[in-house]
């Protein structure tokens, strides 16, 4: 199959290349002068595919092999922070810093960001209920407030809430 795939086209190869890049088949058509049909055609023939799974399969080993340098790297970076925390570092800390603090973050162990979105709609009742329910797990906790309708619809209340927690 290897062979076969040798045969393909520079045209060829640069529309796969293309594709792996994440271009869609129309814009892979525009930027070569090629109709869609050609694109999309040369990208389903088994031969494409072939040269593509090839392609994603030396990338995998690619950044197998990144990950696996990085994870090695990760001990050292402790150590540094732990010399910058301790003082025992005479150089530029920001730098140092940084490039400890990009290298963690790379293998997993960087600043975790939780971003929750919820809209919902809520009828007058709803609100009581939840009300309700809170005054009972904390009366101390929870005064009696008033929550206006800023919808401008009387059928309901409608809230957009964001959280964004940074850990």
Known sequence: ????????????????RLHCLGMRPQEIADQLGLSYHAVWSLL?????????QQIQANQDAYIIEASNSLK?????CVE?????M???????????LNTSFQILDRVGLGRINKIH???????QQDIEEIKSRARNIAPDIIEESTITDTSGD??????????INEC
């Open 1 to 16: 199959m290897s062979q076969e795939i040798s045969k393909l086209k520079a045209v060829h190869r640069e529309i796969i």
């Open 44 to 52: 389903n023939s088994p031969l494409a595919k072939a040269h593509i």
């Open 72 to 76: 090695e790297l990760a001990p050292r």
């Open 80 to 84: 540094v922070l732990r010399e910058i």
């Open 86 to 96: 301790e003082d025992q570092v005479e150089v530029d800390l920001r730098t140092k």
């Open 117 to 123: 979105s919820i809209s919902q709609t809520l009828t």
């Open 154 to 163: 009387s059928s309901g209340l409608t809230r957009d809430v964001n959280n």
